[in-house]
């Protein structure tokens, strides 16, 4: 399978994005925004025949345009997300930095 025929999209809501191959929903990220300035990452799930296709990854990386665009940080209570963001300094921009 090929990067290209995967498409991702913005649900109806808003509050995440999913990822279609050939039609069929593979994969998904949702977030919650809170106050204007914050998203919370929560889920992501990829279907199981679409493992190591990068397309969790590419999820988060929508999910990273968005704040980008909304100038906004994530926090990510999902362990994947936070994964990615530990292992990707490409994140680090939308990263929220908790300071006292």
Do not use: W
């Not at 593979?26 to 799930?45: L, S």
């Not at 968005?66 to 997300?81: D, E, G, V």
Request: with cysteine; net charge positive.
């Amino acid at each position: 399978m090929t990067d290209e025929k995967i498409t991702y999209d913005i649900f109806p809501n808003g509050q995440g994005f999913y990822a279609t191959y050939d039609g069929h929903h593979i994969g998904e990220i949702t977030f919650v925004r809170v106050g204007g300035n914050k998203i919370i990452i929560d889920y992501t799930g990829v279907s199981e025949k679409y493992r190591n296709e990068k397309v969790g990854l590419n999820l988060v990386r929508q999910a990273a345009d968005f704040a980008r665009k909304k100038k906004c940080k994530i926090i990510t209570m999902c362990p994947f997300a936070t994964a990615m963001f530990s292992r990707y300094p490409e994140f680090d921009d939308v990263r929220f930095l908790h300071t006292r």
